[in-house]
């Protein structure tokens, strides 16, 4: 499924950055009067906030909190002192002004996810070494709990009362001077899992200005684009692509409700690019389809417009946005590309969206990497594939099999400095050669775009030896009207020394009432969806058969990311 493949496609100029200061800097340098920010204060109404302010705000708050931490260590630390700071907020605009003042000269950021509870916030606390954190009025009394039972938290500081900080002009100076090291720890990110068993990952400032200028490079983003934040900002996706990366693009990023009011913001801002995963792209392909498909008329008036638009485009004229204009008001009118990463895509969904005019970019990416590896470009992709490596970083198959099969391992600036407190767990992703291990599997083809087929820990051997990927048996399950939610794994048939195939399914009662009837019984789904796995096993080789299936009444659990969580 290739598109628009051109191998001489040059990459994007732009400018150079050595850390994150640079790129505040940057932008008020080279961008002035275009705005970085536009929060919503009502329905309609938006605050615009310009370069000079958010820098103002930014050496604000951070003169005001390297006042607060000399004031709390003693004094032969002091000079060189490096305090890890948390962020603990919903998405807002001191978020952002917390992780850059955190950044430009204070210490560690170490942004929170705040979905959580406070037992695992002690743990996370006390397991990064938390010293100063920046929370919101609403996490004020997870904040109590947390101080209470973890002893080394120095400065606490509500986001409400940022207005309250006066630091001098001198103090002010002294924060802009303070150094950075680039090649340092910048960031701790927490992986998912439990707060116990998850790794902390260490990224340095060069890791994600790298992995920023690699992307700008491969994609056209800028001054003239508004970009809405929908993701949680704690995730290295969203924080380096969608905030940091937008700041040096110098796009302004859109600050509205959230993923949950996600389509009444489009309408209100009209942005022109957005960064999901491909959960909300999904959710908005099945709004579009029940609308195409109401009705005979409705499906030949579409079908027929998109027959004209794919001619028209093999004589290089595009109407789409004309053709399509219904579809694309219902998105805010505006949106011409979507960055979308954290999960494989169904290819038909990205095909969609393309053929009406907006464009939808892959990404492959990984905490550990800052998180981008590899990406579509606009004139250089594929609806099949993740993309292909970011400049600067080299990516390898380790241990292909007989069909090219094996593990992603990659090398570049971008490639984290390990996990912090673990060792063993940094030795073990790294090779002599120095690459990373990525835990992801899949191929590379002729062409170079990546194709992932699963997770390596996810893997099932059957007892011929040959393996099974969940994720590619996800992806044919899931594509059946009649599922929701699927997950496969590998159950243990001990009377045959041997493993069977199973899938736990949470199927889509509207459209399997649609079929059945409203009042049909739990043996009528099963039923129903067994014989939608005899037609899935029809596609696939013997040793890749579903030979169970569970009815789960109600979804999985999913991380806030919106990908379902393969172990509870």
């Known amino acids: 499924m290739l598109r628009n493949l051109r191998k001489d ?19 008020v340098r080279m961008y002035p009067d275009y705005p970085v920010f536009k929060l ?33 260590v003693p004094d032969i630390t002091r000079l060189n002192s490096c305090p890890r700071i948390a962020i603990l907020s919903e998405t807002r605009y001191e978020w952002y002004v917390s992780f850059m003042a955190a950044a430009n000269g204070l210490g560690i950021v170490v942004p929170l996810d705040r979905m959580l509870g406070a037992q695992e916030l002690i743990t996370m606390f006390k397991r990064a070494e938390i010293d100063i954190v920046l929370f919101s009025e609403k996490y004020r009394k997870t904040i109590d709990e947390v101080a209470a039972d973890y002893s080394g938290l120095k400065v606490s500081v509500c986001m409400e009362d940022f207005s309250k900080l006066n630091p001098d002009e001198s103090s002010i100076s002294a924060y802009q001077k303070r150094p950075i090291d680039v090649n340092g720890t910048g960031v701790l990110l927490f992986t998912s899992g439990t707060t116990s068993k998850s790794k902390i990952v260490m990224l340095s400032q060069r890791n994600i200005c790298s992995d920023i200028m690699s992307m700008f490079q491969m994609c056209d983003m800028g001054i003239h684009d508004t970009f809405l934040s929908v993701l949680p900002l704690h995730h290295t996706y969203e924080c380096t692509c969608g905030f940091i990366g937008q700041v040096f693009s110098g796009a302004c990023i859109a600050v509205g409700d959230g993923h949950t009011r996600m389509l009444p913001d489009l309408n209100d801002i009209h942005p022109s690019c957005l960064c999901i995963v491909p959960a909300i792209l999904e959710k908005f392909y099945s709004k579009v389809m029940k609308q195409i498909n109401r009705n005979l008329f409705s499906k030949t ?11 028209l485009l093999l004589l290089h004229i595009d109407i789409r946005r004309t053709l399509f204009k219904s579809i694309h008001n219902a998105f805010g009118g505006n949106i011409r590309l979507i960055f979308m990463g954290g999960a ?17 970019l892959q990404g492959y990416g990984l905490t550990e990497c800052a998180p981008l590896i590899a ?43 390990g996990y912090y407190g673990d060792e063993a767990a940094t030795s073990a992703v790294f090779d002599r050669n120095g690459f990373f291990h990525t835990g992801d599997v899949g191929y590379i083809d002729k062409e170079g775009f990546l194709h992932i087929t699963g997770r390596k820990k996810n893997v099932i051997i059957a007892k011929n030896g040959k393996n099974v990927f969940p994720e590619e048996l996800e992806f044919l399950i899931g594509a059946s009207q009649y599922v929701k939610e ?19 399914i949470f199927p889509d009662m509207d459209e399997v009432k649609a ?27 013997s040793y890749q058969h579903i030979k169970k299936i569970s009815v789960r009444d109600t979804e999985f659990a999913k991380s806030s990311t919106h990908k379902i969580k393969r172990i509870a």
């Open 344 to 360: 494989p895509a169904d290819k038909n969904v990205v095909k969609f969206f393309n053929n009406i005019g907006i464009e939808v």
């Open 375 to 417: 990406v579509n470009r606009d004139q250089n992709y594929r609806f099949d594939s993740c993309g292909v490596p970011i400049v600067g970083c080299e990516i390898k198959v380790f241990e292909p099999d007989e069909n090219g099969i094996g593990e992603f391992i990659v090398k570049g600036n971008n490639v984290f400095l």
């Open 515 to 541: 079929k059945l009837g409203p009042n049909c019984s739990d043996a009528d789904v099963k039923n129903l969806l067994e014989k939608t796995i005899s037609e899935v096993n029809k596609k696939l080789e």
């Open 301 to 311: 008036i579409f079908k027929t417009a998109l027959g004209l638009s794919n001619l």
């Open 9 to 27: 496609y040059p990459y994007n100029k732009i400018h150079q950055v050595q850390d994150i200061r640079d790129i505040v800097n940057s932008r």
């Open 40 to 72: 919503k204060q009502k329905v309609g109404v938006w605050k615009e906030i310009m370069p000079d302010t958010f820098k103002r705000d930014i050496d604000t708050l951070g003169a005001a909190l390297l006042n607060a931490w000399e004031a709390n």
């Open 486 to 504: 699927v997950i496969v794994t590998g159950e243990e048939d001990k009377d045959k020394n041997d493993w069977y195939i199973m899938a736990a």
